[in-house]
């Protein structure tokens, strides 16, 4: 079995000020988005990497993205699951990065954060990492009960860069995922091997 995953595409058009997006804001997915589904799903394609199902979060940035994978591809609708949501950034939602790395404290957890995903605690985030982990947790115990031998999980970046982790895949590099990037995870005889992260 593997395990597929892919961080939905662009929110953000070339002249837009780019800001921390949370399950605050429901953001579309801009013209650029829209072409990443489809170049995602060109790429699963062509590596011969179909979906056996695809499951996403409910916001409209994930769940087009998964839409146009799944027409693309001509597979079944996907399977919205709220347990897939962004991270709710409190303070943060909807803060450009400058701003959020002005104060000394926020620069540090920053910082912490993009480099290492340590998460910031007591800096005002509704959600806890304790949330994200057991949701994604749940999800993935729930798609890989599924039959399929080859999920989709379509998501963002706050979550997804912990599947590596819950998996128990070792990787040498940075969990984040860019924007319309595409991750596998393998399963072998003595846990998960991730195949590539960030395609």
């Not at 837009?16 to 394609?45: C, I, T």
């Not at 087009?64 to 991270?87: G, H, S, T, Y």
């Not at 790395?101 to 806890?128: C, F, I, K, N, Y």
Request: with cysteine; charged share 20%.
């Amino acid at each position: 079995m593997k395990i597929l995953f892919a961080r939905h595409g662009n929110t953000f058009g070339p002249n837009d000020p780019v800001v921390w997006v949370g399950s605050g804001s429901d953001l579309p997915l801009v013209e650029k988005g829209l072409a990443q589904a489809h170049r995602a799903a060109d790429y699963l394609a062509a590596h011969d990497l179909r979906p056996s199902a695809v499951y996403a979060a409910p916001l409209l940035r994930t769940r087009r993205f998964a839409e146009i994978v799944c027409e693309d591809l001509a597979l079944p609708p996907p399977q919205l699951d709220a347990r897939l949501n962004e991270i709710h950034y409190g303070p943060w939602e909807g803060a450009s990065t400058e701003k959020i790395a002005a104060d000394s404290v926020r620069h540090q957890a920053l910082e912490a954060w993009q480099q290492a995903d340590v998460w910031p605690d007591a800096l005002g985030w509704q959600t806890t990492q304790q949330q994200v982990l057991d949701n994604l947790a749940a999800v993935l115990e729930q798609v890989r009960r599924s039959g399929g031998d080859s999920p989709l999980v379509v998501s963002s970046n706050g979550i997804l860069r912990f599947a590596p982790r819950l998996l128990q895949a070792a990787y040498p590099g940075s969990y984040q995922l860019k924007t319309g990037a595409l991750g596998c995870v393998d399963q072998t005889e003595t846990g998960w091997a991730i195949r590539f992260w960030g395609e």
